[in-house]
């Protein structure tokens, strides 16, 4: 029957009783799952560790910029770790980097949450934050915003 239409005789289910076998264009049914394949992996979203690192004597700019890259990365729903450095004498004063670490946690709390409280390693305190919300509804958000703003160019 499949020869005479000039299809394929594809077995769907070998392992059903009997097995399931469906007339059609294998070529076409193989495009198909690689294009289905092809849309999955794109919608697929990698969460990224962001770094940043500061000092414990950082001024008040230097503190307000590192900030906000922290903001828009979590609101890019990647994941930033702080890593404060100390130096010298710094090391003996931890509290003050743990001081700043909390302020910053605070400053940032409507984007993101603390995933791993400051630690101190040697040299480095380090504190992981996460988004509060996620990469895929981040990345839809902006495409959404992309494809708004092309449309509003085009309009004019």
């Known amino acids: 029957m499949a020869d005479e239409v000039?299809?394929?005789?594809?077995?769907?289910a070998p392992d059903a009783v009997p097995p399931v076998c469906k007339i059609m264009d294998f070529?076409?049914?193989k495009y198909e799952i690689a294009q289905k394949a092809r849309e999955a992996r794109q919608n697929q979203t990698h969460i990224v560790i962001k770094e940043v690192r500061m000092r414990p004597k950082i001024e008040a700019h230097d503190y307000e910029?590192?900030?906000?890259?922290?903001e828009k990365f979590l609101r890019g729903g990647d994941k930033v770790k702080i890593t404060m450095q100390f130096r010298g004498r710094e090391q003996t004063r931890p509290e003050l980097g743990y001081k700043l670490l909390q302020?910053?946690?605070e400053d940032i709390a409507e984007f993101g949450f603390i995933e791993f409280a400051p630690k101190q390693e040697g040299r480095n305190m380090t504190m992981v934050l996460g988004p509060t919300r996620k990469k895929t509804e981040a990345v839809a958000e902006q495409k959404a915003a992309r494809k708004a703003k092309a449309e509003s160019k085009a309009a004019e």
């Open 6 to 12: 000039g299809l394929d005789l594809v077995e769907i």
């Open 27 to 29: 070529g076409k049914y």
């Open 65 to 70: 910029t590192k900030r906000n890259h922290i």
């Open 103 to 105: 302020r910053l946690a």
